[in-house]
């Protein structure tokens, strides 16, 4: 009996990962417009998760300069 060929499964294990980027992008993007919008919810991730929101502060800092360091 000859061996399957491994392209049915490459293409089932490819779209497998893509779903789960495009699952973590959406992720990411619900939890940024909620904290961007509640401040309740941003205080509730402050106490809990102090990490995240000082990451997401920090990328706020990092897009709000250009490449010689002037505030735009």
């Known amino acids: 009996m000859p061996p399957k060929p491994l392209e049915p499964l490459a293409r089932r294990l ?31 991730m402050n106490d809990k998760f102090p990490s995240v929101l000082e990451g997401k502060h920090g990328s706020e800092r990092g897009s709000r300069t250009d490449r010689s360091g002037r505030w735009l």
């Open 14 to 44: 490819m779209k497998g990962v893509i779903v789960v980027e495009l699952l973590g992008v959406l992720g990411a993007y619900a939890l940024f417009h909620r904290m961007n919008n509640s401040r309740e919810f941003r205080s509730t």
